[in-house]
């Protein structure tokens, strides 16, 4: 499984980004995630997205995030609204190749990318 992340940045408190996450063919109809993390702490699910594309967005996500797929292009992404500086973090995408459906963010079958930085300050 092959998963490469763009589109982090630095960016002002009530501003935007869009995160991209290029995926291998492998991860066709099985859950995808956006995972962050900042240092000390542990890693925490953001949002994720089953093989029928039924998405879970946490409290921290709901209202101001979203995430979504391309299924012809196998893209993930996450749009980012309205950040906050407790934003900030390393954000990695994540998939779970052989699972369709009740994805959640716990157990051992998650495979990360490399992340790409998020940095929301004034």
């Known amino acids: 499984v092959s998963l490469v992340e763009s589109g982090g940045g630095s960016v002002q408190p009530g501003g935007s980004l869009r995160l991209s996450c290029a995926a291998s063919p492998s991860t066709a109809n099985s859950c995808m995630a956006w995972f962050r993390q900042t240092p000390g702490k542990e890693r925490e699910g953001v949002a994720n997205?089953?093989?029928?594309?039924?998405?879970y967005h946490s409290d921290s996500a709901k209202g101001r995030f979203t995430i979504s797929r391309d299924s012809a292009t196998h893209t993930l992404y996450l749009q980012m609204n309205k950040l906050k500086p407790d934003d900030t973090a390393r954000y990695y995408c994540?998939?779970?190749?052989?699972?369709?459906?009740?994805?959640?963010?716990?157990?051992?079958?998650?495979?990360w990318g490399q992340g790409t930085q998020v940095t929301v300050s004034s």
């Open positions: 994540a998939a779970a190749p052989g699972t369709r459906w009740a994805c959640g963010f716990s157990g051992d079958r998650w495979i």
């Open positions: 997205i089953d093989g029928d594309g039924y998405t």
